[in-house]
């Protein structure tokens, strides 16, 4: 079992930037798919950016289109921690910033596949 603890989110102008954090417990973390989501008021939990591993494969991130070129997401295997790098920041970034992660999700862009869940860090981009 892993506990996720989020940290980084804040106000910020559009055109900004924020760095979100995960820190996770467990000795494992290295074997976890990791993933941040976010969700906006009224609106659904949705996917932002993964980072992940297959058999046979050095880790790999992926991003929803909507960040893609804008938000880095990365990790720090021997500091049990994953980071989410986000630049030129607009309103429609803004929400609740959630890190998930699972050991058999192999990347999955589904909140439905993550067992565990931090608490979320709020993110908000005024214009």
């Known amino acids: 079992q892993v506990q996720l603890v989020e940290a980084g989110g804040g106000l910020v102008q559009a055109g900004g930037s924020l760095r979100l954090s995960c820190a996770a417990s467990?000795?494992?973390?290295?074997?976890?798919?990791m993933a941040w989501f976010r969700q906006a008021p009224g609106r659904a939990r949705e996917f932002v950016a993964k980072?992940?591993?297959?058999?046979?494969?050095?880790?790999?991130?992926g991003y929803a289109d909507s960040v893609k070129g804008r938000f880095t997401i990365s990790r720090d295997n021997a500091k049990n921690v994953v980071y989410l790098q986000m630049n030129s920041l607009k309103p429609e970034d803004t929400g609740v910033y959630y890190c998930?992660?699972?050991?058999?999700?192999?990347?999955?862009?589904?909140?439905?596949?993550?067992?565990?869940w931090g608490q979320g860090t709020q993110v908000t981009v005024s214009s």
């Open positions: 998930a992660a699972d050991l058999t999700s192999r990347g999955s862009t589904s909140s439905a596949t993550y067992d565990y």
């Open positions: 980072h992940t591993w297959s058999a046979g494969i050095n880790y790999y991130a």
């Open positions: 467990g000795r494992t973390f290295s074997r976890y798919h």
